[in-house]
Structure formats: structure tokens, C-alpha cells
């Protein structure tokens, strides 16, 4: 299989045109406007013609290392946010690097640094290339750019079973990892949608949420120790389960999105394959009596893997009834799961909700994956290639997330409901918005919206800057955060400014500054 | 009740005269060396007419906030190490602040900052002076100091019943909080050993671990935002369940040990009083055998309140047997417990556990903090006056803590078994080293460690330094980290340098300089 170069994901799972054209259909029915009309996809022949012509060549020391071919640039140029998926869809490849660089070592990761410092070139590193938020777009900026893929630094290196902790490259997509760790018995089960193509370093960069609703599911909590290669040093921290020796180097690589230093590896936290499932969908009237269910849930000490609420559009979306559903599932290694699903199924009915068909349980023996939560999972994975799919149609297609205190929950929802509502109207003449939570903690949810409006050809980018500017102030407004777990790049760039101390901001500049005196590492990304 | 100008706590609870001689009979006893002559202790007329001139007198801006006399100054010399003990009983407080600022607002704290720096007197932020690390110890480095003594910021403001969250001011004490926080029904269950003399603002400065030992305990998780004062400005974040806009500002607030602000307030997440407690006791024949077990429920998901392993000597000092034991314990303020405990004392006995007494279950209703728990609870708490006691004994008492992986605890625990031993043997003569689990997480303990030993009168410091050194060097050698939740401060500097990867010190300085330029912010701790 091949990765399109302007999509999401392998090429041949872009739905086809037969099914792009009854997705035009059933979206434009959902918006209540005339069917759109499809454009062809460009080649990879269309979009080679339109690279620019690079502005340097890779410095001699690293040439070894470097594709500055027309493929791999435009390869590079771009992460897949929708906007990213509008200039490739439109063969505009002007942000293409000058050359890529792949790295086969630590060394070569550090000669890459010295080189491109030396040179005056910025540096951005690239795992998957799955950025939504502008991350590893390094060129376009009026100065010469290197795309650093670690894809080469892509192996499990070690693998401690009795701390259950692995050593691995920060170049490993989550599938490779997954594989190279099945015969130790051991899973990292970090599923972020971006699974398929995103890397161990992509998440570490970027604070990644993994698919679970509580608990360790941020690659946050996964993380044991890092090495990231800095233009002044090596910052390797010391494996350990936690430590209270002054503020924690980790958690300062965490969310640096290459602009301290290049991660190359990460010891994280395992566990084996879960032996016990246990699974319910609990309906309710609205979508604020399962966020109550939801929270008293979140709050019980019960910790679910999954307590997923999705509004009744998405429970439509996703076959799960008409109603708000709250989507709720147990697993364990080590033991059964019924008294945790009884009493969280005795909370949520206290909320209001039910559960006619009752919990279902599964043991080792039984085949797993089946029945709603594989398909949920089966969506899940395949919502980006949707979204994908939408472009052609000229169909506006975007998510955004946020987390808040439970207290200011209904007053975001409400506002973000309107102010996008008020935003399609004026913005696209149509459109729908949808919310589910990704993730619950004791003291907030993490809600996840989704939003659809036709596009007016040509001005895709311009009318969804409008959007994106409406969904940002009224998260932000609200007392949310500009980013749960798609991190800051250079999209959220104005709205993260905003979000954080300035005293944060100027210790982060000088720590910069510190580390990366060229200023070379992915330059308008969290700082300038 | 008055507090101790030299030991720990209320002078009242110092054990007396007669108690005193009986621990002296029995640790002597213990060590097999000569029970020892017990000298007076000192008088605060004694150690008042010790205390050092001030070399300055406060900055008229900021006099109204300020006391000078030489009790103030010298109840703010030290905190509450060995070290400490020893010079405050010594009546050696020559390193005296030389004046205590008590701002009652934060304007205060900021016109305190302003002031000093302008005249370049050192701000050591004081919460309620419990350091063991010698983090609070401002003077007698040759330059002014003031100690900034939070203790008139000591309000819950703001409870948030929704979230389960309160705004709560860095000043207040552990007992004060709790009480403010009983009206709402909500307590933050944070008990480090320190509890009723240590604050807010210096657990996040020191990243505090609390009494439970898995899951929530740390403060670190603990708290939602932080506010904190540094002279280039207010370092305030937003009150979020979690986010994933670059790295976490609050993970850099943590630890920083007062050297890039003052904390002056934080929202804090809360729990409501458990309902439903499970506790019991496994003995195993070697404490290697316990630290299996404990590691097995550790891995479980059951996310036990207790799992503490205690050595033998240990549990005989605490009056739970001979041999090796695991404290297990539960609670939930939801749902009745009977399943985990059952499950983890399945696992316990899979790994050659005996519970001959079985587990006890207490519902509300039953009368709380009575048996073995509260008996465990009280001798926590009564610890750190048994080790003052022993000062005017001419004993050395100390104890330090690390983590590490599991891999590596067997060797780690007789790395510093062999090395205290044989360091005792060599600086006192004799002594006894005992260990105990205060944590465990997924992929490692943090194993704790106390050891006695016998002094010879006036050479206490350079004996305890010489054996702090050979815990902190087997510590270090074996994989651990050099505190897992006392902090860094002064004392384990030179281990911390080696222990942080060199490009985060560089980062670290930056930042400092950047937020603190006059360098008067804790000098000496974590970085120079």
C-alpha cells in the first residue's frame, strides 16, 4: 500500500469516487443544500510539476542523508489538517522543505543539527506527518527549511518485562511498535486516530491523548524517561518511575513540538493484553444528562477505559441509536470486570440513563473486537480518511477539542454551539456541528467537536480561517483550552499566546534561545 | 500549643525527659553500644543570644511587612533535617535570615520581590519550614537574606463542589486547609509526612508525595493551576483538567523550589471523605518476596490507597510482627471494596503472602481510624519527634528515599544495605539501616530508608555528611533517583547536578535568569 500524498492515510482507502459521490449526497441532504459537485483527485504527477524549485541544497557533511527530490519535498510540505488537505488536494506544495533529511542514527540526527545551524537552515522534525495544527510545515517562510524524518529510527530496543517498560526509537509508527513488542506479551496501547501513521516521537512532541477516556492514556503519563538531541547536548533523562528532583525534564520535552531538541528515543510504560472486556452504551434524554452521568462517573474511582459521550448526531453518525449515548467499557489484564461495570451502570441510571440490552462481558477466550466497540473503533480509525473524502466535494470538514472544569462545561457547550452555529450560517450558509468527549477526568471533560459547512471553491482556506477563529474564541472564552491533546503548531499559535503565562512564555523563549542559539528548530511553532 | 524553635512540631509533643532516657536505653540496645548521656535542651533565651547582627535592616517599602528580632529570625534559620536539628539544638543559627517578610497579600509578595532585588538581598520563600533538604535556608551565604513566610496566606477561597476543586492560598498548613475544606464535604487527602507543619505552596514548590501509595498522590497531579509570583510577573495558569498547549507551565511551577517565583495560590482537585475502607496485612519471609507481591498489585490496575512494604525491623519497630508485611489498603467514597481486596490478596498470596487475620472491611457508618491503619497513621506522624529526641542523645537518625524500576531494586536495595552498612560501621561504630516502600507505581517502588546510628558529641555534621554521601552515592549507582519526594534543595545538590541531563540545567538557568534577574530567588537551590 501507498500513502497519498495529499490525503489521509494509504491511497487505496480513500473512499472512491462512487462512494465520495454518495457521501456528497448523504452530507449535502444532512446540510440541506444542493449536492456538490466533484473534482477530480490530482496525480502525483500534477503535484511534482508545481514543487518549487528548492532554495539550497543539503549542506555537504549531511548530503548522504538527503532526498531533495520533487516527491519527498512535497511528501513533507505538510501535516494533514484540513487546510493541509486543501493545498495538496490543490497540487500547492509552495511550503515544500528544501530537502529532506533521514537520519539512520542519534549521530546523524546531531551532524543534521550542526550542519543545518551552521548553514542557517530551519529544522523541523517529522515523524508521521500526521500534524492538524501546522507542526511540521518548515518551509514557505522565507527561509531555507530541512523536513528531518526519523523514520529510520524506527525499532523497539529493549524491553524490560518486569518493570514493563520498552526502550524505543522515536521514528516507530504505532503499528511497527505494537508489532515489535506482541512477542514480549507486551502492548503500549496508546491509540491515539492518528495510530496508523503517527510516531512514539510525534507523541511525545505533542502531548498526544491515547484512545483510553481515563487514566494513563496520555503519552504524558507513558513516558519514563526521553532523549532528545538538542543543538547544545544530549538531554537524556534517567529511567525512573518518578522522581521529585526538581521540576521534571520529561515533562518539558512533553509538548515541546521540536523547537528544544529532536526526540530519538523514550523508555514508556507497558502492560500486557487485556484479558477481561466489559461493555455497555447507556442512552440519555440530552447531552447533558450523560455529561452528568459522565462526570459522577469519572469522579467514582472506577476508571473506565471508555466513557465516550457522543451526542445524539454522533450516536446517529455512528449507529449507536438517535439519542446521547454514553459508551462504556472496562479491560484488565488481571481480573473480571463485573463489579467495576455494575456499579458505574448503577451510577449512570442514578444520572438518568439506560441501558436496555445490559453490560456484555468477554474473557481471553472469547474473540475479541467484536460487535460495537470494533466498530467504534473501526470508525474511529477511519473518520480522517472521511474527512479526506469531503474535500473534493468541496465540503468543510474540521474537528477541534478542548478540556474545561465540569463547572464551566454547559456554559462552553452552549456557546460553542452557538458562535459555530451563528459561524456556518455566516460563513458557509449551512452547516452542523456535533460533540462527543474524548476523554473524562475527576474534575473536567475533554469535548471533541466536529464540524461540516459547503465550501464556496477557492475560498475553502479563507472560510475555514473564519471557523477556526470562531471555535477558538469561543473555547478559549469559555475558560477551555486551545488544545487537549492536537497540540499548539502554528495553527493555535495566536490562541495558545493568550492561553499561557507570559512569565511561562518568556522562560520557554530563553530556554530556547538557550538550546537553539541558531534558532534553527522549527521556527513559529510555540515560540519566534 | 507553641512550636519548637529547634525540633520538630509542638514543643509539648518532643518526647520528655524520662521518654527520652527509655528511646536511649532502647536504640542503644538495638545498636549494642553504651546507652548514651542525654545533655539539656536549649532555652530560646539560649539561642536567642546566639543569633547573629543582622547585617541589614529591611527595605523601608516593605518594613510595615517585616519583624527583625532575633526569635523570628531564628525560627526561620532552618528546616527540619538532621542537619537542622542539630545546629538549632546547637543554638548555631548563624544562618539566620537576617529579617522575615510576612506578606498579607500579593501585592505584598510582589513588592517584597521588588524591594529586594533592588537591594540585592536574597528571598528565601518560606511555607512552614519543614524542609529536610535544607531548602529553606537563606542566610549565612555571605549575602542579606530575607525568609518570605507565607504563613498569612493561609484562606481557602474558592470551592468549586462540581469539579471537586478549591482555590486554595500557598500559606495554608495541611490541618488548616482540611478544616476549611470539612463545611464542603470535600477533603485533598494529601498527607505527607510533614502534614500538620507543612503547606500548599511547598508541596508544589517540592512536589510532595502524600500518604496513599498509588495513583492521585503526588501533588503534582494534584493540582489544576497555579499561581505564582516572579519578579518579572504573574506566572498565573488556567484552571484546566488537563491540556496539551506546549509543555505544561505547571509541571515547570513544580519542583522549582522557590528559585523562578512564589507560589501564592493554587486550585487544588479534592476528593469527598472515603466511605468504604479495606485494609490487611501480608507477612512474607524475606521483604525480596514482599517487594514481588507489592510489585504484582502495583501492575494490577486495583490502584490500592496502601500497598506499603515494610522490612522486618520495620514492622517490629511498628508493632505489625517479625517478618516482612505489606500494609494493603483500600478506599472509595463510591463503592464497597470486597472485590479489589479480595483480588490483591489473591495476587499477594500467589507471591507467597500470608493474611492469617484476613482483610477487614469498614462501612461509614463504623467508626473510622481505629486499629491497625490508625495505629500506622499516628506512628507516621509521631516519626519526625522520635528523630529529635534523639538529637540531645548524641544518636544520628536520618532517612533518605529514592525510585527506580523494578528491575532494579533487588540490586539497589543491596547496594545500599551493603554500602550504609559498612558506612556505619566505619562513622559511628555501629548502626542499623531499615527499608520500607512509601510508593508504588507500575514500573517501580520508591523504596525509603532510615538509619541510626551512634555519635561522638561534636562531630554529628561531618559523621552525617559522611554517611549522606555514601546513601546519596548507592542511591545514585544503583539507577535511583536522588529524592523521590523530599526535594532537592541544598542538600542534594551535587547528586542532582549529576542526575538531570545538562542541557535541562542549561534550560533551567535560562529560564531562572529570565524570570529572576537579580539572582535573588533561593540562591543555591537547584541551580547557581
Request: proline content about 8%; some cysteine.
Amino acid at each position: 500500500m501507498r500513502r497519498s500524498f495529499w490525503a489521509w492515510g494509504w491511497e487505496e482507502r480513500l473512499p472512491d469516487e462512487a462512494a465520495r459521490g454518495a457521501l456528497g449526497h448523504q452530507v449535502s441532504a444532512a446540510l440541506g443544500v444542493a449536492p456538490p459537485e466533484a473534482r477530480p483527485l490530482p496525480t502525483v504527477d500534477q503535484a511534482v510539476a508545481r514543487v518549487p524549485a528548492p532554495t539550497v541544497a543539503p549542506p555537504r557533511a549531511i548530503a548522504d542523508l538527503c532526498d531533495s527530490s520533487p516527491e519527498a519535498r512535497l511528501r513533507h510540505a505538510y501535516g494533514r489538517a484540513y487546510r493541509d488537505l486543501v493545498r495538496g488536494f490543490g497540487c500547492d506544495f509552495s511550503a515544500a522543505p528544501d530537502f529532506v533529511c533521514l537520519p539512520r542514527s542519534e549521530e546523524d540526527v546531531s551532524r543534521a543539527l550542526d550542519a543545518c545551524a551552521h548553514a542557517g537552515i530551519a529544522v523541523a522534525p517529522y515523524g508521521g506527518g500526521t500534524s492538524v495544527v501546522g507542526g511540521v510545515e518548515a518551509g514557505g517562510r522565507g527561509r531555507p527549511a530541512c523536513s528531518l524524518d526519523l523514520s529510520r529510527l524506527s525499532r523497539v530496543l529493549e524491553v524490560d518485562d518486569v518493570s514493563r517498560a520498552a526502550r524505543i526509537q522515536a521514528g516507530a509508527l504505532g503499528p511497527d511498535l505494537e508489532a515489535q513488542l506482541r512477542p514480549h506479551g507486551l502492548t503500549l496501547r496508546h491509540f491515539p486516530q492518528s495510530f496508523e501513521f503517527s510516531t512514539l516521537g510525534g507523541w511525545i512532541a505533542t502531548r498526544a491523548g491515547g484512545h483510553f477516556a481515563t487514566l494513563f492514556t496520555r503519552i504524558d503519563e507513558l513516558v519514563e524517561s526521553v532523549r532528545m538531541i538538542t543543538p547544545a547536548g544530549v538531554w537524556a533523562t534517567r529511567r525512573l518511575p518518578s522522581s521529585g528532583a526538581g521540576p521534571s525534564p520529561d515533562r518539558l520535552a512533553l509538548g515541546s513540538e521540536g523547537i528544544l531538541g529532536v526526540v530519538t528515543e523514550a523508555w514508556v510504560r507497558l502492560h500486557p493484553h487485556p484479558r477481561f472486556r466489559a461493555s455497555a452504551n447507556v442512552s440519555f434524554s440530552d447531552v447533558l444528562a450523560g455529561a452528568r452521568a459522565a462526570r459522577a462517573i469519572a469522579q467514582s474511582g472506577l476508571h473506565p477505559a471508555n466513557c465516550r459521550l457522543l451526542d445524539p448526531t454522533e450516536a446517529l453518525l455512528n449507529g449507536v441509536g438517535d439519542q446521547a449515548v454514553l459508551l462504556l467499557a472496562f479491560e484488565s489484564s488481571d481480573h473480571p470486570l463485573e463489579p467495576w461495570m455494575s456499579r458505574a451502570l448503577a451510577i449512570a441510571a442514578d444520572a438518568g440513563g439506560a441501558c436496555p440490552r445490559g453490560p456484555s462481558y468477554r474473557d481471553a477466550g472469547e474473540k475479541a473486537r467484536e460487535g460495537e466497540s470494533a466498530r467504534w473503533r473501526e470508525a474511529f480509525f477511519a473518520a480522517p480518511y472521511l474527512q479526506s473524502a469531503l474535500v473534493p466535494l468541496g465540503i468543510i470538514a474540521d474537528t477541534f477539542e478542548t478540556a474545561c472544569t465540569w463547572d464551566r462545561f454547559e456554559d462552553l457547550h452552549a456557546r460553542v454551539r452557538a458562535d459555530m452555529t451563528d459561524g456556518l450560517r455566516r460563513v458557509c450558509g449551512a452547516g452542523t456541528l456535533t460533540c462527543r468527549f474524548t476523554h473524562v477526568y475527576p474534575d473536567g471533560p475533554a469535548p471533541y467537536f466536529t464540524f461540516l459547512g459547503p465550501a464556496r471553491r477557492g475560498s475553502e482556506l479563507s472560510q475555514w480561517a473564519e471557523l477556526k477563529a470562531a471555535a477558538s474564541e469561543a473555547v478559549l472564552g469559555a475558560g477551555g483550552t486551545i488544545t487537549h491533546h492536537h497540540a499548539v503548531g502554528r495553527t493555535h499559535r495566536p490562541w495558545y499566546d493568550r492561553e499561557r503565562p507570559e512569565p511561562f512564555a518568556a522562560a520557554l523563549r530563553a530556554a530556547k534561545r538557550q538550546l537553539d542559539p541558531a534558532g534553527i528548530l522549527n521556527p513559529g511553532v510555540l515560540v519566534d
